[in-house]
Nanobody, 122 residues
Framework: VQLQASGGGLVQAGGSLRLSCAASGRTFSTYAVGWFRQAPGKEREFVATIMQSTGSPYYAESVKGRFTISRDNGQNTVYLQMNSLKPEDTAVYYC????????????????WGQGTLVTVSS
């Protein structure tokens, strides 16, 4: 599976962005897909994931109620709708795919996209 993240950019606090993660491969629907982010000088952290079979989403507490993850298996794409953005959301956002393992652990994710930069100005 190859992943391509896009949709990042510069936005003012309170604004919105939608990230996309486009995947290649016919088995995309069998993978859970997650978003992680890495802010300057910080470790990469879990943001959200969506399960492959149920489509159930899971979110980090810091983004719950503001971000929504969704997937379109027909288009081999996962989206991250980000609303009410804050300066602390500034980071490079990565999408990643896994078949099993822990939802929140990046070690569980086998395939990674290249990252897209989100900058939120105050």
């Amino acid at each position: 599976v190859q992943l391509q993240a896009s949709g990042g950019g510069l936005v003012q606090a309170g604004g919105s962005l939608r990230l996309s993660c486009a995947a290649s491969g016919r088995t995309f629907s069998t993978y859970a897909v997650g978003w992680f982010r890495q802010a300057p000088g910080k470790e990469r952290e879990f943001v959200a994931t969506i399960m492959q079979s149920t489509g159930s989403p899971y979110y980090a507490e810091s983004v719950k109620g503001r971000f929504t993850i969704s997937r379109d298996n027909g288009q081999n794409t996962v989206y991250l709708q980000m609303n009410s953005l804050k300066p602390e959301d500034t980071a490079v956002y990565y999408c990643a795919a896994r078949r099993g393992g822990l939802v929140y652990s990046e070690k569980s994710y086998e395939y990674w996209g290249q990252g897209t930069l989100v900058t939120v100005s105050s």
